[in-house]
């Protein structure tokens, strides 16, 4: 069964948010991670009112570091949950919004990530993360799947630690160059779609949605993933 992991940082939803809905309706996803959720506010009704808008429906509690994750009709939601990691005096608030999916016959164990500028914290948010994830997709028997702004290059640290553990779908089926930043002019690939070994990655890249809409929804592009599972 092939399934359709997404990541897409939402600049917050300060841009078009009609156009923000059509191009996640485009992505066609099965389960979307976002960053740069609302937090403030009525930020769970605009949350809500989004994910409607693409026909997901938003699945994981709480506002801890602006992630979340969304998910489709076509897959069962096993477990939803928010992480709180390790807080850096000076800097902001991270989280890990992770939820165990069912399709068909396999379980994956999604987990949405916001890494911040400074390196130290991001080495070791991007370590925590993996650990949780790693526990999560022991207790429910899933492939793991993390998804996010990275906040840095392939060549990077973070980046290579996760690619290690592991695989970056974009460099394993690319489609298209991968650039997601800044989305008027994209010179940098700093979000990525990474998936346990057991997971086939059919093809990882860009979404076929109007440029115009590309680039008036969020100052990122999303990534989207097709990942094969089972046999």
């Not at 949950?81 to 379980?107: K, S």
């Amino acid at each position: 069964m092939s399934v359709r992991v997404a990541t897409y940082n939402l600049h917050g939803m300060r841009d078009s948010v009609p156009a923000l809905a059509r191009v996640i309706t485009a992505m066609d996803a099965d389960v979307l991670c976002v960053q740069e959720a609302p937090r403030f506010g009525p930020w769970r009704a605009r949350r809500r009112a989004l994910a409607e808008a693409a026909g997901l429906t938003l699945v994981t509690p709480g506002r801890i570091g602006g992630v979340a994750v969304l998910c489709g009709r076509r897959v069962r939601v096993v477990h939803a949950a928010a992480h709180r990691l390790r807080g850096f005096a000076g800097l902001e608030q991270r989280g890990l919004a992770v939820a165990v999916v069912q399709a068909g016959a396999a379980r994956l164990a999604v987990g949405s990530l916001h890494l911040d500028l400074s390196g130290p914290a991001r080495m070791h948010h991007v370590a925590e993360a993996m650990t949780v994830m790693d526990g999560v997709a022991a207790r429910f028997s899933a492939t793991v799947v993390l998804a996010g702004d990275v906040n840095e290059q392939p060549h990077q640290p973070a980046w290579r630690y996760l690619a290690a553990r592991l695989a970056d779908c974009h460099a394993v089926a690319p489609k298209g160059d991968g650039l997601t930043f800044a989305s008027r002019r994209p010179s940098v690939r700093i979000d990525g779609v990474f998936a346990g070994r057991t997971a086939q990655v059919v093809s990882c890249g860009g979404v076929d949605a109007e440029l115009g809409d590309l680039v008036t929804a969020s100052d990122h592009l999303p990534v989207v993933a097709e990942l094969r599972l089972g046999h």
